[in-house]
């Protein structure tokens, strides 16, 4: 089995001419099979160090112009810029995991853009705030701007989640045109 394609693979694909299955193609396939658990946990985890990556360095401008406009020292900015990439990874392997989960039957190419950004959203907002809860945050800054933060969170999530859809996307029609 090609270990090097999208979450779902079919069992004698590389003796196919086309290994690249379409939402028609998996009712003549119904021997679709879940990829092997270590894979999924990578898979999970390096979506979660993606989001933690790319949520720090939003987290850090975000943080940044905020200390800029309040006068708040910038070391105070760091523990802030932690959480942002805590949350992005929760999100991250969030996201993962319920994709993983919910759309296992369902191969890459099939998935809808916007309920993965719709459950990027969601796990964000969600991630977001059991960070601000876990680090104590939200009797500090007071719940309007938790929300707020939520809502940026979420927005972060839908683009993310996407983005990340999007390119395995097309590193999977990469692979498919390569074979």
């Given at each position: 089995?090609?270990?090097?394609?999208?979450?779902?693979?079919?069992?004698?694909?590389?003796?196919?001419?086309?290994?690249?299955?379409?939402?028609?193609?998996?009712?003549?396939?119904?021997?679709?099979?879940?990829?092997?658990?270590?894979?999924?946990?990578?898979?999970?985890?390096?979506?979660?160090?993606?989001?933690?990556?790319?949520?720090?360095?939003?987290?850090?401008?975000?943080?940044?112009?905020?200390?800029?406009?309040?006068?708040?020292?910038?070391?105070?900015?760091?523990?802030?810029?932690?959480?942002?990439?805590?949350?992005?990874?929760?999100?991250?392997?969030?996201?993962?995991?319920?994709?993983?989960?919910?759309?296992?039957?369902?191969?890459?190419?099939?998935?809808?853009?916007?309920?993965?950004?719709?459950?990027?959203?969601?796990?964000?907002?969600?991630?977001?705030?059991?960070?601000?809860?876990?680090?104590?945050?939200?009797s500090f800054v007071g719940i309007e701007w938790a929300l707020f933060q939520g809502a940026v969170a979420g927005v972060l999530g839908a683009l993310s989640a996407v983005g990340t859809t999007m390119l395995a996307k097309s590193a999977s029609d990469d692979r498919t045109l390569s074979?």
């Open positions: 089995m090609d270990h090097n394609r999208s979450a779902l693979s079919t069992p004698g694909a590389e003796d196919r001419e086309s290994a690249h299955l379409t939402r028609q193609d998996s009712g003549r396939y119904p021997d679709l099979v879940r990829p092997s658990l270590p894979r999924v946990i990578r898979g999970i985890g390096g979506t979660g160090l993606v989001w933690a990556g790319l949520w720090s360095v939003v987290g850090l401008a975000f943080r940044f112009g905020v200390s800029l406009v309040a006068g708040i020292p910038l070391v105070a900015v760091l523990p802030a810029v932690f959480g942002w990439g805590v949350s992005g990874f929760l999100a991250g392997a969030g996201f993962a995991s319920v994709l993983t989960t919910m759309e296992r039957k369902t191969v890459l190419e099939d998935l809808s853009l916007v309920r993965v950004g719709a459950w990027g959203a969601t796990g964000a907002f969600l991630a977001s705030f059991l960070v601000m809860i876990m680090m104590g945050i939200i074979a």
